[in-house]
């Protein structure tokens, strides 16, 4: 059983950063190929990045694409998201999920292991 949580997350302007962690326990991240994934109220859960289990690939919704980077620490410890130039509509929870996939997936069901999630809320 591998448990995955998330920090990093809270309120800041538009055109701001922040800086979104997943730690996982029970068994090493680096194991996994994780996903970041994020539901604002009303709306289906979409896939935001994802780096695989070797950490060479990457996968970026086109939302995202030139503003997140997706990166696994040195340790392999965490995954992060490093999120730029922030807006309105980037607010939502943001959910980290771990596959046993070797290549990022967009489709959450493929999935096993999710964080609790943790709000970023965009707005000035």
């Known amino acids: 059983q591998v448990q995955l949580v998330e920090s990093g997350g809270g309120l800041v302007q538009p055109g701001a950063s922040l800086r979104l962690s997943c730690a996982a326990s029970g068994r090493t991240i680096s194991y996994y190929t994780v996903g970041w994934f994020r539901q604002a109220p009303g709306k289906q859960r979409e896939f935001v990045a994802g780096?695989?289990?070797?950490?060479?690939?990457?996968d970026y919704a086109e939302s995202a694409k030139g503003r997140f980077t997706v990166s696994r620490d040195n340790a392999k410890i965490t995954v992060d998201l490093q999120m730029n130039s922030l807006k309105p509509e980037d607010t939502a929870v943001y959910y980290c999920a771990a596959s046993g996939r070797i290549n990022v997936a967009r489709d959450y069901t493929q999935y096993i292991y999710w964080g609790q999630g943790t709000q970023v809320t965009v707005s000035s």
């Open positions: 780096i695989g289990r070797s950490g060479g690939s990457t």
